[in-house]
C-alpha cells in the first residue's frame, strides 16, 4: 500500500481508473472521427484539425487523472479500450456523435463525484469540479453551437464547404464566437 494514501476509498480508486479509460475512449473516438473527416472521400481539413485536438485534449484528461491516481496513492489500472466507429453518416453525424460522447463522460464524472462524495473526500470532489465538470459543461456547448452553425448552413454542400473552411482558417471561435 502507498504511504500517500489517505482518505482515498477503493471504491473511488476504481472509479477513477474506469473514468481514465473513459477518457481514453473518447480520445480513440475524436481520432477515428478526425480520421473519417480527413479521408480523400470526405475532405473536411478544419474538422480534421478540430477533432484532432479534441483527441488531445482528452488523452491529456487521461494523463491528468492517471497523475492524480498515483498523488492520491492509489493504483492505476489501464483497460482495453474499445475499437471506436469508423463510419458516421456525415459530418454533421459525426458531431452529434461527439455530443452525445461528451454528455456520457460528464454523466460519468458526476458519478464520480458522487462517489467521491458518499466517501467524504472533498479534496477529490473539489479535483473534479475545478478541473473537469466546468471543462465538460463548456465543450458540449461548444459542440451544441458547433451543430447548431451547421444545421443553420445547411449541413452540406459549399454551406459546409464554408463551415470547414472558417473553422480551418480561425477555429473553433470563427464559427461559434465567443463561447
Do not use: C
Not at 51 to 72: P, T, V
Not at 149 to 159: H, I, K, M, S, T
Amino acid at each position: 500500500m502507498s504511504l500517500a494514501k489517505q482518505n482515498f476509498s477503493n471504491v473511488v480508486e476504481d472509479a477513477l481508473n474506469q473514468q481514465i479509460a473513459l477518457e481514453m475512449v473518447a480520445s480513440h473516438t475524436y481520432l477515428a472521427i478526425a480520421a473519417y473527416l480527413g479521408a480523400d472521400s470526405i475532405g473536411l481539413p478544419g474538422l480534421e484539425k478540430y477533432f484532432h485536438g479534441q483527441a488531445n485534449e482528452e488523452r491529456e484528461h487521461a494523463q491528468s487523472l492517471i497523475d492524480y491516481q498515483n498523488k492520491r496513492g492509489g493504483t492505476v489500472v489501464l483497460q482495453s479500450i474499445p475499437q471506436p466507429s469508423t463510419e458516421w453518416s456525415s459530418a454533421k453525424n459525426a458531431i452529434e456523435s461527439a455530443l452525445q460522447l461528451e454528455k456520457d463522460v460528464n454523466k460519468s464524472l458526476l458519478r464520480v463525484e458522487s462517489l467521491a462524495e458518499e466517501q467524504d473526500d472533498a479534496e477529490f470532489v473539489n479535483m473534479l469540479r475545478s478541473n473537469f465538470l466546468k471543462e465538460q459543461v463548456e465543450s458540449i456547448a461548444e459542440i451544441s453551437k458547433l451543430i447548431t452553425q451547421l444545421n443553420r448552413v445547411g449541413g452540406d454542400g459549399l454551406g459546409l464547404y464554408l463551415f470547414d473552411q472558417t473553422l480551418l482558417k480561425d477555429g473553433v471561435q470563427g464559427v461559434i464566437g465567443d463561447a
